[in-house]
């Protein structure tokens, strides 16, 4: 089973929504190559949203629209690049960002403050990788494809502690009723996969 169709098979069927093959050709047009095809299968079928409470992706047709959030964060990210290649600091931002040759495309982020990109490393988009800026002060890469990420990061949210999310000192005061309301809530323990359409 292809890690698409893994991810699929976590969140759920998606609620029935329109969708053309031409919703792609501006952004398309705009960074000058397709996109991941198991990207625009996933939001083809689910839009813009947020996966599992904390990652969001956005469509071309969503109420935020791809294309317009990709222009101005590779604006924002460009502009702070440039600023810390002026203090000599090339660690934390390695890689250019669209429209620069080779530089990274804007798709997503999540709650925790991370952006995330495609790294068109090959000719072939299906090969992309995926890299994530962490809160502005560097970068991990996931060899990819889309779909292989999202799985990953769903399953990462699934397999924590039962107490996640609770500083250690705090669990000494907190009663087991307590806990259990915190779980029931979803502010501690794993993250069930969901999407959540915006």
């Known amino acids: 089973m292809s890690s698409l169709h893994q991810l699929q098979a976590l969140l759920g069927e998606p609620s029935p929504r329109s969708s053309a093959p031409d919703d792609w050709n501006e952004v398309e047009r705009h960074i000058g190559s397709p996109l991941p095809s198991d990207f625009k299968d996933f939001l083809s079928a689910y839009g813009s949203g947020v996966i599992s409470g ?101 399953q990462r949210l699934l397999d924590v502690e039962p107490h996640h999310g609770i500083e250690p000192e705090a669990l000494e005061f907190l009663e087991p009723e307590d806990l259990e309301e915190l779980a029931a809530a979803g502010e501690i323990g794993p993250v069930q996969p969901s999407f959540e359409p915006l």
């Open 54 to 154: 904390e990652l969001v992706v956005f469509h071309p047709r969503g109420s935020t629209p791809l294309l317009e959030r990709m222009c101005k964060t590779h604006k924002a990210f460009t502009e702070r690049r440039d600023r810390a290649l002026d203090r000599g600091d090339t660690e934390h931002v390695p890689y250019p960002f669209h429209p620069e040759p080779g530089g990274l495309i804007s798709w997503g982020y999540d709650y925790s403050g991370d952006e995330h990109f495609f790294l068109p490393s090959d000719p072939d988009p299906d090969r992309w990788k995926i890299v994530t800026m962490v809160h502005e002060e560097g970068c991990e890469t996931f060899d990819g494809p889309f779909s292989a990420f999202a799985l990953a990061f769903v």
